[in-house]
């Protein structure tokens, strides 16, 4: 509770009877014209000002905020709670033991590491679709799944009865972000004081460990994703830093068309916000087309925030988030409190009012057509109607043989028929009733790129592959599965499919893997599960599967030909990332798509298709079926989402949402507030963060003398840094495992054993697409070590030798370095290679805030500058000079760079002051558990 009301803002709010303590903010002045997310803000500011940390100027320099300046004013934002998946939660549990010990070891109390805020896990990106296509499946992964991760999920149970505030929903549930809208997230928040005098309400806001809990913001929540470490930091009672943003309002009108899906809508607003440019704003949606987006289609769009480069991408809370709340079961008590709370404090939606935003942008949701994303980036959008074009543009970055004719594109014909100057529109159809969407008149194939390979499968099927076959089909991840209309729209999709007697091509590996167990409630109630599951789609879990790399194996004949004839082939799936590498090492290209779409290639089976021309397939009779005919209207698929999906589905399938089945409840779980470290685990370790820590930070030192460990390009993202994925047996993190007595079938994954630093330092910068131009003509992770003549190595190598010689490492890269997700492990990895600073163009937000969290130093080129205009080759030894101004309390602005007789400057991207005192501390993790020592 504060214990400063500066500005009389204390008061109460009566809710059917019941009694709240608000704090509100009409007792400001300006904060009424302030947009929706900086209102909740300037309360948060409000409710817990001290005089010390938070103190009355901050909350009146919120209030009189300059939609127009730069950011520049430090606040501390202190998030009701806290969020994580296991993969990026159970290092974040591993850390919180671990300081435990480190508390008690330098004379501390350990049980004081606690979680202060609630924080709740949800474990949901450890099931890969291993299995697929057989009514088993989903069984058959789940067991996979507990054997493969038994020792994390023991850890996590232990977790669970040692730490207070920590609550975790067990595997088989659903995904993280969608069990948050569905069920967690409670709009506005009511909690007792500490001393239990009185229930306070205040709007709930949250930090994940996963970039996309911005789905939140669909709901009118505020929240973002964070670092793992940073978010162990507000689990431990430590405020956000943050600067006050520039807040983007994004302007609504009309009414999606027919045949437009939510995925259209949310890559169509990804591409927009891109090309604005709003990496570290807020982004605001308003205005009379807010209330003809539902629910879901709002989580969708906040849910791509970090694709288009956003912290937040919020819509207000009205009507629709109201019904929403009933629908999902929420209590009547709650309902009420949200509506009551929002009227009050100025946060209901008037979709006549035009507040003040620093930037401006508006779609006309009528013009928004078919589209997909891809090859490798989320917001490279492409019109469906291009899309077989645009797939043989990208094919030239892959196929290694000198071009054949025909793949610069397209033909004469198709240019013709789809010349670039062409509106994003489509023209009618002549087949039955079916929207007037897609083209109808067949065209063929023309120009393929190279021969066909014929294989045959393991039932004796014979078919052919060739570049750009759909080798995955995927229905997967938060972004679209927490929505009923795609979902119902590929239901009905294959339903109809079924009924012209199509069927998926043989070589596509295709996998349903909802957000939650509702979906299957409502595929049931309707009658569509088998129609589903007759095209291959049958459930095969409910986590984050081939979003994230679980894509499983390809059908062995159809992985052995791409490898041996080094095929450039496709997945296409419903999800929001398909960055190079990441969906299944066998696979090049990689576009999202709606779950109808995801469907309509399966049945196609290539890329090298134009699906809203050519025939899908043929029915029994011989006549040509296409897209057009079996595409299902909005008012089919709102028929059925009205008539199929209850509130009391929501009630049932929550009800006991945190017990878990009995495999769950089966496992043995140790007990006691310290760990029991098993040094044979190859899951769990204890890191080495706080060795030879002491109570006092040592002072801050320039870097001397460093070499660079990669010298790389544009957009790599956590992706490219991070572990993730499979494990290869020939590479580092493969080797330990097998001297550790782990056959390559029992490997698991990156993320599955985020808990065991020695896997992840040695998968650091090793994903297959990593290119460093230190070491040209590799593909991966490989450097050039110059304690070995600079001879070529591995990353990881190179790194022990470096640090064997007492060589400080720096990493040099261009544009937009560290995009992608908040992966903490990109940071993590990197400090414990022995990387001291990273020299960059530009950062993702998210990544460059964990880099100082784990003391690693990032700068940026100056304007206008880059590695390759100064001429650096990466084979220079480099000194940065300056940095040791802040041992005098002094956060300098640019350092001096010398390199091999080369000197410039560089920018010190420490941008707040709360994130000098972690640098100089050595990270966060150092700073809190020095914080903890002197309470």
Not at 57 to 75: F, G, T, V
Not at 425 to 449: I, L
Not at 657 to 670: I, M, N, Q, Y
Request: hydrophobic share 40%; aromatic share 8%.
């Amino acid at each position: 509770m504060a214990s400063v009301d500066s500005f009389g803002a204390k008061g109460r709010l009566d809710v059917n009877g019941r009694s709240y303590e608000i704090f509100r903010l009409s007792a400001v002045d300006g904060a009424e014209r302030l947009p929706y997310s900086l209102k909740i803000l300037l309360e948060n500011l409000l409710r817990t000002e001290d005089g010390t940390n938070i103190t009355a100027d901050d909350i009146r320099a919120l209030a009189n905020w300059d939609a127009q300046a730069e950011p520049s004013k430090e606040i501390q934002f202190t998030p009701a709670r806290v969020i994580m998946q296991d993969f990026t939660g159970v290092p974040a549990i591993v850390d919180l033991a671990t300081m435990r010990e480190a508390v008690r070891d330098l004379g501390g109390d350990p049980a004081k590491v606690n979680p202060l805020s609630p924080a709740e896990l949800v474990i949901d990106h450890s099931v890969i679709a291993d299995v697929f296509g057989t009514p088993d499946a989903f069984e058959r992964n789940v067991e996979i799944e507990y054997e493969r991760n038994r020792e994390r999920y023991q850890f996590l149970r232990w977790g669970q009865t040692a730490f207070e505030n920590f609550r975790v929903v067990p595997p088989g549930t659903g995904i993280v972000h969608q069990v948050n809208i569905e069920h967690l997230a409670r709009v506005v928040f009511s909690r007792q004081t500490e001393d239990g005098s009185v229930t306070q309400a205040y709007p709930d806001t949250c930090v994940g460990t996963d970039s996309h809990t911005t789905m939140v913001n669909g709901l009118g929540v505020l929240g973002w994703g964070v670092g793992g470490i940073e978010a162990e930091a507000a689990m431990l009672g430590q405020p956000v830093s943050m600067l006050i943003p520039r807040v983007v309002g994004f302007k609504l009108s009309g009414e999606l068309p027919e045949g437009a899906t939510a995925t259209d809508l949310v890559l169509t607003i990804t591409q927009m916000l891109r090309e604005h440019g709003v990496v570290g704003k807020f982004v605001e949606f308003y205005g009379p087309g807010v209330g003809a987006v539902p629910l879901a289609n709002r989580a969708t769009i906040g849910n791509m925030s970090p694709e288009y480069g956003s912290t937040v991408a919020i819509f207000p809370i009205d009507e629709e988030t109201v019904r929403y709340l009933r629908l999902t079961g929420r209590s009547p008590e709650q309902v009420a409190l949200v509506e009551a709370y929002a009227k009050e404090q100025g946060l209901w939606h008037d979709p006549d009012r035009e507040p003040v935003y620093s930037e401006y942008l508006e779609l006309d949701l009528s013009t928004v057509v078919p589209s997909i994303a891809g090859p490798k980036r989320p917001q490279d959008r492409v019109n469906l109607s291009d899309a077989k074009r645009a797939f043989r543009e990208a094919l030239r970055d892959y196929v290694r043989h000198p071009e054949p004719e025909g793949v610069k594109g397209y033909d004469e014909a198709s240019a013709e028929s789809f010349p670039a100057s062409d509106p994003p529109a489509f023209h009618a159809t002549n087949h039955s009733d079916a929207p007037h969407v897609f083209h109808s008149a067949a065209r063929g194939a023309q120009g393929r790129p190279s021969s066909p390979v014929r294989i045959t499968l393991r039932d004796g099927t014979e078919c052919e592959i060739d570049h750009g076959a759909v080798v995955i089909a995927a229905i997967t991840s938060c972004t679209n599965t927490s929505n009923p209309s795609v979902m119902v729209g590929a239901a009905l999709l294959a339903k109809k499919a079924v009924e012209r007697g199509l069927s998926r091509k043989p070589w596509v590996k295709t996998t349903l893997a909802p957000g939650s167990k509702v979906v299957m409630d409502y595929y049931e109630r309707a009658g569509l599960t088998p129609y589903l599951e007759k095209l291959g789609f049958n459930l095969v879990g409910y986590g984050c599967t081939t979003c994230i790399g679980n894509s499983g194996p390809l059908i062995p004949e159809v992985s052995q030909a791409v490898n041996d004839h080094d095929l450039a082939v496709v997945s296409v799936l419903s999800g929001n990332r398909n960055f190079e590498g990441r969906i299944n090492p066998d696979v090049k290209l990689n576009y999202l798509a709606s779950p109808p779409l995801v469907v309509a290639y399966a049945l196609a089976g290539s890329m090298d298709v134009d699906i809203t021309r050519d025939p899908l397939g043929k029915d029994p009779d011989g006549n040509d079926v296409y897209l057009a005919d079996i595409w299902p209207s909005a008012a089919e698929i709102e028929e059925v989402v009205e008539n199929a999906i209850a509130s009391e589905m929501f009630a049932r399938d929550y009800a006991d949402v945190f017990a878990g089945d009995e495999r769950w409840r089966s496992l043995p779980t140790p007990s006691g507030d310290l760990f029991a470290w098993d040094e044979s685990s190859t899951y769990v370790r204890k890191p080495p963060y706080f060795e030879g820590m002491t109570a006092e930070p040592a002072p801050v030192s320039d870097i001397r003398g460093a070499r660079v460990l990669a010298k790389l390009g544009d957009s790599v993202t956590t992706d490219h840094i991070s572990p993730a994925g499979s494990i290869k047996k020939d590479s580092p993190a493969g080797a330990y495992l097998i001297e550790h007595g782990v056959q390559p079938r029992d490997f698991n994954s990156y993320g599955s054993r985020r808990g065991n630093h020695e896997v992840m330092i040695r998968g650091t910068f090793a994903n297959i697409r990593l290119r460093n131009q230190l070491a040209p003509g590799t593909e991966g992770g490989f450097t050039r070590d110059f304690t070995a003549g600079g001879e070529i190595t591995t990353i990881y190598d190179a790194a022990v030798h470096y640090q064997e010689a007492g060589i400080p490492l720096i990493v040099v890269a261009g544009k937009e370095y560290g995009s992608g997700s908040s992966r903490d492990w990109a940071a993590k990895g990197t400090a414990l290679l022995g990387v001291r600073a990273v020299l960059a163009e530009s950062y993702e937000r998210i990544h460059r805030s964990n880099l100082i969290g784990m003391g690693v130093l990032p700068l940026q080129f100056m304007p206008g500058e880059s590695a390759e205009s100064l001429g650096l080759t990466g084979e220079e030894t480099f000194d940065i000079v300056g940095i040791e101004a802040l041992n005098d309390g002094v956060t300098p602005r640019e350092v001096t760079v010398r390199a091999d007789g080369k000197e410039f400057r560089a920018i010190v991207r420490i941008d707040t002051p709360k994130e000098a005192d972690y640098y100089r501390h050595g990270g966060i993790m150092q700073y809190v558990l020095r914080s903890l020592l002197t309470r």
